[in-house]
Structures are given as structure tokens and as C-alpha cells.
């Protein structure tokens, strides 16, 4: 992933990581990790206040989850703009990778380099199958798993 991402900057496409995990957590390593600026990081997040002169973490959530069909509007609400290119990996993906102008799945199947987790991916597999996306097997198609 890593050198598709240095190959999709180095033909001037901006990137920017999605997760329905906490971006505030996913901003702390992902310059140094994966050279993604932390403003290129979308996720489901808490609102925040200006109170006090400080920026304070309320207990309300930001806009929902960043999960199925809160991915493309987290996306719209940070960038203005659907994908034109989005890499998933499970279901919860699903709508991101439809609203996007091409779609590229990973299957996690590799169960000896990294972890089999396919579970959460069924629906995806199959909308990929019907919809044409790419889909990319870590096990036949990565030649190095970090």
C-alpha cells in the first residue's frame, strides 16, 4: 500500500486515508507511518469547542461514524469531493468504493504473512464481482507483506 500510495502522489492525485477508526488516534502516526499529513486523515471523530482559549473534545460525535455510507459523506465534508479512486477492504467499505470513479478491493486472505480476515469482506467480494471493481489477493498478488 505503501508504494501505491508514493505512485498515486507521484502522479499528482492527493491521498487521503478513510477509517471508521478514530482519525484523531489515526493522525498521531500516519505523516511518519505513511506519509499521509494529518489533514488528509478522515474518520469518525468527536466535535470540538473553542472554549477558554483552548480547543476542547466535547462528548458529541463529529458527523456520525465514518463507516458505510458515512465514509462518502466524511469524505464530501473534509475534501468537497467524492473519489476519484478508492482502495477498501471490508464491507464496511462498500459504499465508499461505489461512489468513487474506480474501486480497488483487497482481499486480506493471507493467512501465513499477515492474518486471514475475510469475515468482514463477503459483501464486498461479491459487489466487487458484479460491479467490476479490482480486487487485489494479499496472498497471490503482494510480493512482500510488512
Not at 7 to 22: A, E, I, M, Q
Not at 114 to 140: F, P
Request: hydrophobic share 40%; charged share 25%; glycine share 12%.
Amino acid at each position: 500500500m505503501l508504494e501505491l500510495f508514493d505512485f498515486l502522489k507521484g502522479h499528482d492525485f492527493r491521498v487521503f486515508v478513510c477509517s471508521g477508526g478514530g482519525r484523531d488516534f489515526m493522525r498521531v502516526f500516519a505523516e511518519q507511518t505513511w506519509g499521509i499529513p494529518k489533514e488528509h486523515v478522515i474518520g469518525s471523530a468527536s466535535e470540538y469547542e473553542y472554549t477558554g482559549g483552548a480547543i476542547v473534545r466535547t462528548d458529541r460525535m463529529l458527523g456520525g461514524l465514518a463507516l458505510g455510507a458515512g465514509k462518502p459523506a466524511h469524505i464530501y465534508a473534509q475534501t468537497g469531493r467524492l473519489p476519484v479512486f478508492a482502495g477498501g477492504n471490508a464491507d464496511v467499505d462498500i459504499e465508499m468504493l461505489t461512489c468513487a470513479g474506480f474501486a480497488l478491493l483487497v482481499n486480506h486472505d493471507d493467512a501465513d504473512r499477515e492474518y486471514a480476515y475475510t469475515d468482514a469482506a463477503e459483501k464486498s467480494l461479491a459487489q466487487a464481482k458484479e460491479l467490476g471493481w479490482t480486487v487485489v489477493s494479499m496472498k497471490d498478488d503482494w510480493t512482500t507483506v510488512f
